[in-house]
């Protein structure tokens, strides 16, 4: 089973600020099958970047992934406050399982 | 548009069953994989099971495996998910989600809570 350890647990910043968000993977993943998503309070998870860097439909251009291999990161260029959410890295490739990795809070 | 809903969420009993739906319609659902993830409160995700467009393969999390089966009826747009023999770390909001490689649609969950 691959593990995704995400970091840092919580990020505290503000509007206007960059955001960098860390996913390290136990195992290589394959074919960067690695996706990003946001979720807020009561809400259902939203789907931000598949394959590792691959913006899914109508995200803005703020968000942006990278890393391949066991590295990978999300970067929010500028916050805006809708974007004050949990996010989780999702490994999709190779065998069952598929993984989430615990989360990282970004907060005001 | 591609629309995705769970039912059959509620309070069962410990050791009890329950049969989750899940809906779909605005893309060829005989088509695509599927999943369930669930989502204890105020934790993370966590995937349970998946199926293959023809139900020829199916996978489970170590947690649920032998205790809960993932199918579907293609001529009805629906996956199910039949809990049985749940535990009280079973309750959480169940989603299911279809599968492109990545996790593209997501319903809007349907929550389960185990207790006595």
């Known amino acids: 089973e691959i593990v995704l350890t995400q970091s840092p647990g919580t990020l505290s910043l503000s509007p206007g600020e960059r955001a960098t968000l860390s996913c390290r993977a136990s195992q290589f993943v394959t074919s960067r099958f690695l996706a990003w998503y946001q979720q807020k309070p009561g809400q259902t998870p939203r789907l931000l970047i598949y394959g590792a860097s691959t913006r899914a439909t109508g995200i803005p251009d703020r968000f942006s992934g990278s890393g391949s291999g066991t590295d990978f990161t999300l970067t929010i260029s500028r916050l805006e406050p809708e974007d004050f959410a949990v996010y989780y890295c999702l490994q999709y490739g190779g065998s069952p399982p598929w993984t989430f990795g615990q989360g990282t809070k970004v907060e005001i | 548009q591609v629309q995705v809903v769970e039912s059959g969420g509620g309070v069962v009993q410990p050791g009890g069953s329950l049969r989750l739906s899940c809906e779909v319609s605005g893309f060829t659902f005989s088509s695509h994989g599927m999943h369930w993830v669930r989502q204890a409160p105020g934790k993370g995700l966590e995937w349970v099971a998946v199926i293959w467009f023809d139900g020829s393969k199916k996978y489970y999390a170590d947690s649920v495996r032998g205790r809960f089966t993932i199918s579907r009826d293609n001529s009805k747009n629906t996956l199910y998910l039949q809990m049985n023999n749940v535990r009280a770390e079973d309750t959480a909001v169940y989603y299911c989600?279809?599968?492109?490689?990545?996790?593209?649609?997501w319903g809007q969950g349907t929550l389960v809570t185990v207790s006595s």
């Open positions: 989600a279809r599968a492109s490689g990545h996790f593209d649609y």
